[in-house]
T-cell receptor, first 116, second 114 residues
Framework: GAVVSQHPSRVICKSGTSVKIECRSL??????MFWYRQFPKQSLMLMAT?????????EQGVEKDKFLINHASLTLSTLTVTSAHPEDSSFYIC????????????FGPGTRLLVL | AQSVTQLGSHVSVSEGALVLLRCNYS??????LFWYVQYPNQGLQLLLK??????LVKGINGFEAEFKKSETSFHLTKPSAHMSDAAEYFC????????????FGSGTRLLVRP
């Protein structure tokens, strides 16, 4: 149980285009989803927290207009990287929590974004 | 503010040897503590977590960790390393408020020599 999927697993796009990454909880309802970014050989940095039906809460330094997060249902959250540039190339990982009172997050397999 | 420090970006052990990955935390209140493992190009898998029950926590794949408040540590151990244990390991802390935001350490890459 507690499986989280991400799609696509990897994407290559041209500079200036937008890319949408989906995060789905397959066997549970995720009241809260988190989006992380991981640069090569570095740790995960939390970008934003999203709760179903409300606006995402972004961490300091994360541009909310560049990284659009939508959590329209209890099983799906999307991250859209708008007007992507090469410096946005990274590994994006989502996680989900099935209970507002739960401290445990279940992680997706990640999406590798390469912006040319 | 909470923080996590993982000592040693790389740890190398022989197959069958003891694995010890170090994690120290900083928190004004007793936190939740986690160990996650990441295989190449994959997401994170929860190994174990401490939430204020027993201080010695047993996880999957034979790993365990001990919460030591006096030392603000939560080191990860495994008695006998397997080749399949080679991966990146992350220690993480979260608060007990409703946000449960995770703060990760810098990670430790475990290498297992045959």
């Amino acid at each position: 149980g507690a499986v989280v999927s991400q799609h696509p697993s990897r994407v290559i796009c041209k500079s200036g285009t937008s890319v949408k990454i989906e995060c789905r909880s397959l066997d549970f309802q995720a009241t809260t989803m988190f989006w992380y970014r991981q640069f090569p050989k570095q740790s995960l940095m939390l970008m934003a927290t999203s709760n179903e039906g409300s606006k995402a809460t972004y961490e300091q330094g994360v541009e909310k207009d560049k990284f659009l997060i939508n959590h329209a249902s209890l099983t799906l959250s999307t991250l859209t990287v708008t007007s992507a540039h090469p410096e946005d190339s990274s590994f994006y990982i989502c996680s989900a929590s099935h209970d507002p009172s739960s401290e445990t997050q279940y992680f997706g397999p990640g999406t590798r974004l390469l912006v040319l | 503010a909470q923080s996590v420090t993982q000592l040693g970006s790389h740890v190398s052990v022989s197959e069958g040897a003891l694995v010890l990955l170090r994690c120290n935390y900083s928190s004004s209140v007793p936190p939740y503590l986690f160990w996650y493992v990441q295989y190449p190009n994959q997401g994170l898998q929860l190994l174990l977590k401490y939430t204020s029950a027993a201080t010695l926590v047993k996880g999957i794949n034979g790993f365990e960790a001990e919460f030591k408040k006096s030392e603000t540590s939560f080191h990860l151990t495994k008695p006998s390393a397997h080749m399949s244990d080679a991966a990146e390991y992350f220690c993480a802390v979260s608060g007990r408020d409703s946000s449960y935001k995770l703060i990760f350490g810098s990670g430790t890459r475990l290498l297992v020599r045959p």
